[in-house]
């Protein structure tokens, strides 16, 4: 039994300070932190654990959401709660007016998407949060593609929630955490004594030591670069061939520091005669090509009648159905060369035209 428990130890002590490394590299206190197995789970635990130990009241959400947090929006609709959606413009970024006003009673918790993983736009959260402490309604922030990309110091943001995952930036898949405000009430979606009872079932020990690792070699990046991410540059330069070609616009937010994620590449595409392609046709020809993008969310992959239904991030920013289902995204990560991306445009403008020659577009 002593050599049992000496193990035992050994993986709790891991365990712990796995957790006080990622705290710290988030500007948070350890006994905020809460493992997960995603950000799915986190999402959830956040917005139902929340919930759970409050009155029903209203929940404010954006049009832009994450289908995880669609999800748990949705469970709460069943369970009472008044969901309204946010508004945003035609780049995708939230309705600041709108979102004042919408903090009246009876809302009680809003939640909002940082990076849209779809579209890149990057979200005002610094001043939402404002608006939202300033309210004292609690604040939920999906931080999954911001992650790794820019230095998030919480202690400094009225932030209450943020969720995160460590497959995002080259971390192991199946481990997530949630931080959450110490003083805010909340209750678990799993029973067990686990995480501080927040979290039953036992921790992997050796996931969260990936997530750390993930985190640390993310941050001495940004380190090293004064805080920016690095390729920002690489996705500048491979932007500015893509959008040279007829036919190819860009999607979301303009290519700038603080309006968009620094890795991301979402384009509209269109035919040189003007009609747009089926954004996943393209997706299609380029992996016989090689090459390895998305189309919408990875989350949200609908088809109907035979078709695919236009993104609904893309409606929601006004686009109609036909370039809604037009969105190509490109995302890139440490693990490339800038020589890999040399061949990329042309690669693309030759799976555009294959597309429209052998397949109409479809």
């Known amino acids: 039994m002593l050599f049992r428990s000496g193990f035992g130890l050994r993986a709790a002590e891991s365990l712990e300070r796995s957790r006080q490394r990622l705290a710290e590299l988030l500007g948070a206190?350890?006994?905020e932190l809460t493992f997960c197995s995603g950000a799915t789970e986190a999402i959830h635990l956040a917005l139902l654990g929340v919930a759970a130990a409050m009155p029903p009241g209203r929940l404010v959400i954006s049009a832009v959401e994450h289908p995880a947090t669609a999800a748990a929006a949705a469970r709460l609709g069943e369970r009472g709660w008044q969901v309204v959606v946010l508004p945003v413009d035609r780049q995708g970024v939230i309705d600041l007016d709108a979102l004042r006003a919408?903090?009246?009673?009876?809302?009680?918790?809003?939640?909002?998407?940082?990076?849209?993983?779809?579209v890149g736009t990057l979200q005002p959260i610094a001043e939402a949060a404002a608006?939202?402490?300033?309210?004292?309604?609690?604040?939920?922030?999906?931080?999954?593609?911001?992650?790794?990309?820019?230095?998030?110091?919480?202690?400094?943001?009225?932030?209450?929630l943020l969720s995160g995952t460590a497959h995002k930036l080259q971390g192991p898949r199946g481990v997530g955490l949630l931080v959450r405000r110490r003083e805010l009430a909340i209750r678990p979606l799993i029973g067990g004594p686990q995480e501080g009872g927040l979290?039953?079932?036992?921790?992997?020990?050796?996931?969260?030591?990936?997530?750390?690792?993930?985190?640390?070699?993310?941050?001495?990046?940004?380190?090293?670069?004064?805080?920016?991410?690095?390729?920002?540059?690489?996705?500048?330069?491979?932007?500015?061939?893509?959008?040279?070609?007829?036919?190819?616009a860009l999607s979301g937010a303009p290519a700038q520091p603080g309006k968009r994620l620094p890795h991301h590449i979402s384009l509209l595409v269109s035919s040189q005669a003007g009609q747009p392609l089926s954004g996943r046709g393209l997706v299609r020809e380029l992996w016989r090509h090689g090459l390895a993008v998305s189309s919408g969310s990875a989350c949200s992959s609908v088809v109907r009648a035979g078709a695919q239904q236009g993104s609904g991030v893309l409606r929601a920013m006004g686009f109609g159905e036909a370039e809604a289902a037009s969105g190509v995204r490109i995302s890139l990560g440490p693990w490339l060369r800038r020589e890999d991306l040399a061949r990329i445009p042309a690669l693309f403008d030759q799976a555009r035209r294959e597309l429209v020659a052998f397949r109409g577009g479809l």
Do not use: K, N, Y
């Open 102 to 118: 919408m903090l009246s009673p009876p809302t009680r918790l809003v939640s909002l998407i940082w990076g849209q993983s779809e």
């Open 199 to 248: 979290r039953g079932g036992t921790e992997s020990v050796v996931l969260a030591a990936g997530f750390v690792q993930a985190m640390e070699e993310a941050s001495e990046r940004l380190a090293a670069h004064a805080g920016l991410d690095p390729l920002a540059d690489w996705r500048d330069s491979l932007l500015s061939e893509l959008l040279a070609l007829p036919g190819v």
């Open 29 to 31: 206190h350890h006994h």
């Open 131 to 160: 608006l939202c402490r300033a309210a004292a309604i609690p604040l939920h922030v999906d931080a999954v593609q911001v992650l790794g990309h820019q230095v998030i110091h919480l202690a400094e943001l009225p932030i209450d």
